[in-house]
């Protein structure tokens, strides 16, 4: 390795943007996906010349690659991770991609920016058009690869992940020099490319390993015996069971901890960790040790960071719980060999009944992976939409063949779905597999969210339409039309055209836009007015193909089911979602679900940026506490740990001993207590002193901080953040703040879920200045409206922060500004306002609030 542990530097701060382009990033998506007529070929020779047409920026990487026939995309996110974990900024680039093609290549756990796709493709276009002029363009797969080589280069990531496309010897990843490698699993595939036996396969796998460290398997007999011809010298992963030597590497699987996780030991002859996966299943148990294993070759990662990587290595669409009741599960399983894994991993959960969502591509062997999975009450087959899914038609015959009781056959997964969730009753299971593709428009169920805008003027609706990739014609002609209300969602093709179909005929106007190509979904910008849009909404309540939810989706962003009839309004209020609120209007478990609420802040900490040392006496916090109170404060949050730039870790005991007797004494206020923690141990003992929510500024950063909450049925506050606490000058690219926070947050949010989180507990936090600038805290601030997309309270800390040197406000001057932002937050919608001043405050958000509805908000 070139960097040793402990010694990695922050990335340099890059120059604010990216390098010009005139090309928009539908027009490289478009690009790209076109490439997919150029079938694969063997060899490197492609990807080595498009590379060095980018000046090799690969050649500066350490990277890993990871093959295999099963297994390769876990032990990659398994390993990202544990090296993240590690102080590592790492790369990760894997397939196929559940929604968008920038899911491929990530850093540090976020994905490529729609820019930085636009900029790379406007610099290869010329090499791959020339290359296809020649009859020898690069395939999809090869100008990806090298995308995401060039990318981790240019963000000088200390190491890449790479997940192997096909085979090992002649895949386009092998174009690097790896310093680790490994070949998770073999089994009969792609015969008659990389061979027609487990060891020719083996074999041809066996060419990622690196010239100077041994090759991690988890392969035995004869593949392993071929793997040794070709790579020599060979870590194994096992779990001891089998015929043969032991293996150097052990691992146990320890069955199900919980719902979503599994227990997992990791034995070697100088190291071992026991941990949980959030990845159920005995063959992640296996994933999870070759993953350790490599994670050991690249650096002395200590057994902490390996308990702590590979239990955050949360990996959609593989295993994915996302419900219990009924037992829900997304598993992408693509062959009879991951069939009959995802067979195995079911088989240690208690259910009645089992109804499996299907749909496949036609390349696959349907009949041995229906035969594979467990006899199921109920089978609806479908068809994801992309050209290569088999007709659902052909999947419902074979398992009428194979003899189940009830075959259906729809073509919308979403549809499939719904049906499936209604034949099973609560104690039964629904799986959703077949392919990955089947598996990312099922998740959508759970993900997909309309972010509303506010429209102010033309300008606002012009800017709208072209960041959701409507083409220029287009702006011209909806830019007017977008004055009512306006939602910006993503669909299926074949959604929104009749969507768009739908809208047109009620009086509406639809945007959708031009990047149709490949397997994504398409971004659609709706305009109408409310009864527009409850009108249309009503009539898709009885439409197929998903357009039932996409409905559902609809009335709760517009609040359509609350909102008034005035049709010139922008969007519902976010803090008028209405959860936990009875029919008589009577306050709920928390404050914000009857208005805006104040949070006021109570640091017990000598080095907060603001009042550091105030009130880290617990005599002092109490009584500041309850000034606080009396100044109406609703919410009291209590920190042990500043998150401010440079500030020093607090041990466990140390933060549980600055705020559990501060919580423990104030109790009895007439407040709800928040512990401002990113330690679960704190949270847990927080929670049980007395506090009733935790804020989380790290978005679940510690594996266990969500099951904490959940198993103390409190609330939490979800923050985004890059980096807690704050680092000096870091700088992130995003395309549009908002919604890379929206989609970001929409990912946390579902993790708490399926860990027993109602939503309705869970509040998020844009994160105003945790790796975004100055502007990009201001664009939060004034589009907080937009969050309502995730259907959450929303919270707002901007309190004193250094945003307001914007508006030449220095360190000791902030006051007013923060007032003013306050005002701002809850006039837009903000559910929680967190800040030190608290009677200033609350004057700013009640006056805001009377202003909007004097006759509801009187104190």
């Known amino acids: 390795m070139c960097v040793e542990p402990g010694e990695r530097q922050l990335r340099h701060p890059k120059a604010p943007g990216l390098a010009g382009s005139d090309m928009e990033y539908h027009e490289a998506a478009d690009f790209l996906f076109g490439l997919r007529r150029f079938r694969p070929k063997p060899g ?4 080595a010349r498009l590379l060095a047409s980018l000046e090799d920026p690969h050649d500066s990487i350490d990277c890993v690659q990871i093959a295999g026939s099963n297994g390769k995309g876990s032990t990659a996110r398994m390993l990202e991770r544990t090296l993240r974990e590690s102080g590592y900024s790492v790369g990760l680039y894997t ?18 920016p729609r820019s930085a796709v636009a900029e790379y493709v406007d610099t290869v276009r010329d090499h791959v058009t020339q290359r296809g002029a020649d009859g020898d ?12 080589l060039w990318y981790f280069g240019r963000e000088d990531v200390d190491v890449a992940v790479l997940e192997v496309g096909i085979g090992g010897r002649y895949d386009a990843t092998s174009v690097v020099d790896p310093v680790a490698s490994a070949v998770t699993s073999v089994t009969l595939e792609h015969t008659g490319i990389i061979g027609d036996t487990e060891a020719e396969i083996a074999r041809d796998k066996a060419h990622v390993a ?16 071929a793997i040794r011809e070709v790579a020599g010298e060979v870590v194994t ?3 001891g069971t089998g015929d043969g030597p032991a293996p150097d590497v052990a691992v146990t699987y320890g069955g199900l901890a919980n719902h979503a996780e599994a227990a997992v030991s990791i034995d070697a002859a100088e190291w071992g960790v026991d941990t949980h996966v959030p990845l159920p299943g005995d063959h992640q148990a296996t994933n999870a040790g070759i993953a350790a294993a490599l994670a050991r070759q690249v650096t002395a990662v200590d057994e902490d960071d390996l308990a702590r990587g590979l239990r955050a290595a949360h990996w959609p669409g593989r295993f994915e719980v996302m419900d219990t009741d009924p037992l829900v599960v997304l598993d992408g399983a693509h062959n009879p060999g991951a069939c009959e894994t995802l067979a195995e991993t079911l088989s240690a959960y208690a259910y009645d009944d089992l109804h499996v969502v299907f749909g496949a591509m036609h390349d696959k062997d349907h009949r041995e992976m229906a035969t594979a999975l467990p006899d199921p009450e109920t089978v609806v087959a479908t068809e994801p939409s992309l050209e290569r899914a088999e007709a659902r038609s052909v999947l419902a015959t074979v398992f009428e063949d194979a003899g189940v009781p009830t075959v259906e056959s729809v073509a919308s997964v979403q549809d499939a779905l719904s049906i499936a969730l209604e034949y099973a009753g609560a104690d039964d299971c629904v799986v959703v597999t077949g392919s990955l593709f089947a598996v990312a428009e099922a998740r959508s169920r759970w993900t997909r969210a309309g972010v509303p805008k506010r429209i102010s003027n033309l300008e606002d609706a012009r800017e709208i339409l072209a960041a959701a990739n409507v083409p220029e014609r287009g702006v011209g002609r909806f830019d007017g039309d977008a004055v009512h209300r306006v939602v910006r969602t993503n669909l299926r093709v074949s959604q929104a055209e009749d969507l768009k179909d739908e809208l047109l005929r009620l009086g509406g106007e639809c945007a959708i836009a031009t990047d149709r190509g490949g397997d994504e979904r398409v971004d659609a910008v709706l305009m109408g007015t409310h009864s527009q849009f409850d009108r249309l909404t009503k009539t898709l309540a009885d439409c197929a193909y998903g357009l039932e939810t996409v409905a559902t989706e609809l009335r709760q962003t517009l609040d359509l089911d609350d909102a008034s009839e005035d049709t010139t309004s922008d969007v519902g209020h976010a803090g008028d979602h209405g959860v936990g609120a009875d029919d008589e209007g009577t306050a709920s478990e928390y404050p914000w679900h009857a208005h805006t609420a104040v949070m006021g802040i109570l640091n017990v900490t000598p080095d907060s940026f603001h009042d550091g040392g105030e009130y880290d006496a617990v005599e002092d916090a109490v009584a500041r506490a309850e000034a606080m109170v009396d100044a109406g404060a609703d919410v009291i949050d209590v920190g042990g740990e500043s998150t401010r730039p440079g500030a020093d870790p607090v041990p ?8 559990v007797p501060v919580i423990e004494r104030i109790t009895d206020l007439e407040a ?3 512990v401002d923690t990113r330690k679960a141990a704190v949270a847990d003992a927080a929670l049980e002193a007395g506090a009733d929510l935790v804020n989380d500024v790290s978005g679940l950063e510690d594996p266990e901080m969500r099951f904490v909450v959940a198993d103390h049925d409190a609330g939490l506050v979800v923050m985004h953040s890059i980096d807690a606490p704050v680092v000096p000058d870091r700088e992130v690219d995003y395309d549009d703040v908002v919604e890379d926070v929206i989609d970001q947050l929409a990912e946390r949010v579902l993790l708490a879920e399926k860990a027993g989180i109602d939503r309705e507990r869970i509040v998020i936090d844009p994160g105003i200045g945790f790796g975004k600038s100055a502007g990009e805290s201001f664009e939060l601030l004034g589009r907080i409206d937009e969050f309502a997309a995730l259907d959450c309270p929303v919270l707002v800390g901007h309190s004193h922060k250094s945003m307001f040197a914007h508006v030449g406000r220095d360190a000791d001057e902030r006051l007013e500004a923060t007032v003013a932002a306050s005002a701002i937050a809850a006039d837009r919608g903000a559910d929680v306002i967190r800040v030190h001043d608290v009677a200033e405050n609350v004057a700013a958000v009640r006056t805001a609030l009377a202003a909007r509805d004097p006759d509801r908000f009187e104190w």
Do not use: N
Not at 44 to 47: A, F, K, L, N, Y
Not at 95 to 112: A, F
Not at 137 to 148: G, K, R
């Open 44 to 47: 490197t020779e492609s990807t």
């Open 95 to 112: 397939s196929p991609h559940l929604e968008d093609l920038r899911e491929r290549v990530r850093v540090d756990g976020r994905k490529i």
């Open 652 to 659: 466990v005991q140390a933060e549980i001993d600055r705020v």
């Open 237 to 239: 992963v096992g779990d």
């Open 210 to 225: 690196p010239d100077d460290a041994p090759l991690v398997t988890a392969v035995s007999g004869d593949p392993l015996e």
């Open 672 to 674: 709800a207590i928040s």
């Open 137 to 148: 363009s690069p395939t999809f797969f090869e100008t990806m690869t090298a995308m995401a």
